[in-house]
């Protein structure tokens, strides 16, 4: 079952790929493109890293990552033509399904949710059968035909950009941190700073901590390994602490730094790019003042739930 699980996930990565190329080739044949060879570079070399990462040596996927961010860095990724909207033909498909549109967002999280309980299968090929799952219900519910899916997807993909590979790129970026000691660096600078023994003062350095980490690095389970071996276990499991209580709470502290940062690509720029909203942080604009109170709330439960 472990192989066939493997050889599954590899199935979703080549899909993927494959995606990824045909956004590469789509923009290589756009003759009004402002960045055409970069942007479609760009797009082929994430879409070969996703479809044959496995089978390359390590030195490649890393050459292949740095050029991703060389051509990010150069502003060479860039929108091109995408696929004409019927404004008319959209709203009147908006007014006929109304709120079933909601039917295919929650289906996926069902279908992953009931698959890594009740099958071998695991959370990862739930997800990417839920995927799966809720796109035929999409077609099944729009009537739409294979190009209308393969060109939203495109222009998708485009509309997000770069910012779409920074959860992988962040999660990465943890186990980097927490493999060059990072959290022991954390441990001894607030050290100097927090009381021995003082329970309140390790509850709020282990939340603030999660928070602004994850800010940083723009994904909570990348922030959690360090803080949790830098500040939990020091100051707050180590002080008598319940382990359980007070690493779920700091996990979920850190899903409201998710709610502060641009970093949290999936969270807080997907909506912006996809919506084409003017401000950039209109959506953690909105979230900022609940994610300040849960933070709050979060210190409290610690202080009183873990000790």
Excluded at 102 to 115: G, K, M
């Amino acid at each position: 079952m472990e192989q066939f699980v493997k050889y599954f996930l590899e199935f979703f990565y080549v899909v993927i790929g494959m995606l990824l190329a045909l956004t590469a080739y789509k923009t290589f044949t756009s003759k009004n493109h402002p960045a055409r060879f970069g942007t479609s570079l760009f797009w082929l070399d994430l879409g070969i890293l996703f479809a044959c990462g496995k089978v390359f040596p390590d030195w490649l996927n890393g050459l292949l990552v740095v050029l991703l961010g060389i051509l990010t860095g150069l502003k060479q990724v860039k929108i091109g033509e995408l696929m004409a909207v019927d404004e008319e033909k959209s709203q009147a498909s908006s007014e006929k399904i109304g709120s079933k549109i909601f039917i295919p967002c929650i289906s996926l999280a069902v279908i992953a949710v009931l698959i890594t309980q009740f099958t071998p299968l695991g959370g990862q090929v739930g997800i990417g059968l839920g995927a799966v799952g809720s796109l035929i219900i999409v077609i099944l519910l729009t009537k739409a035909d294979a190009k209308t899916i393969v060109g939203d997807s495109d222009r998708m993909m485009q509309q997000v950009g770069p910012t779409g590979i920074l959860p992988q790129l962040l999660a990465a970026l943890g186990i980097i941190f927490s493999q060059a000691g990072v959290g022991d660096v954390i441990a001894t600078g607030i050290s100097t700073v927090i009381p021995e023994g003082n329970k309140l003062a390790g509850a709020i350095a282990y939340v603030m901590g999660m928070v602004i980490f994850t800010m940083v690095m723009g994904n909570a389970f990348a922030a959690f390994t360090v803080i949790t071996a830098g500040i939990g276990i020091p100051f707050v499991i180590l002080q008598g602490g319940d382990p359980i209580v007070a690493s779920t709470l700091a996990m979920t502290a850190g899903f409201c730094g998710t709610l502060l940062t641009p970093m949290a690509a999936n969270f807080n720029t997907l909506p912006v790019a996809i919506l084409e909203m003017k401000d950039n942080n209109g959506v953690i604009k909105v979230q900022a003042p609940m994610a300040i109170a849960m933070m709050i709330f979060h210190i409290v439960l610690m202080y009183f739930w873990a000790f």
